[in-house]
């Protein structure tokens, strides 16, 4: 356990900043924007790259809704949201 602290005590600003970087990810991933789509009536949504090429990736990318009715919207987004 010493030896455990240690290392964290040596990499601090490291073990930080991984630590800032997960819980961003857990809050870009979190439940919120679903639950605001679905109060909006959609049944489900999905992001998706729609332009991709081997020099830069995506470099188009899309959020779709679609409802039970067979309505649908899809809008672009960052093409970063897609990796």
Request: glycine fraction near 6%; aromatic fraction near 10%.
């Amino acid at each position: 356990m010493h030896k455990m602290r240690n290392v964290f005590y040596r990499y601090r600003l490291m073990t930080s900043v991984l630590t800032l970087v997960l819980l961003l990810g857990v809050l870009a991933v979190s439940p919120a924007q679903a639950d605001i789509e679905m109060e909006q009536g959609w049944d489900m949504c999905s992001t998706g790259c729609t332009n991709w090429n081997q020099q830069d990736g995506c470099v188009y990318c899309q959020h779709c809704c679609v409802k039970k009715s067979g309505e649908y919207s899809c809008w672009e987004i960052q093409p970063n949201a897609c990796a």
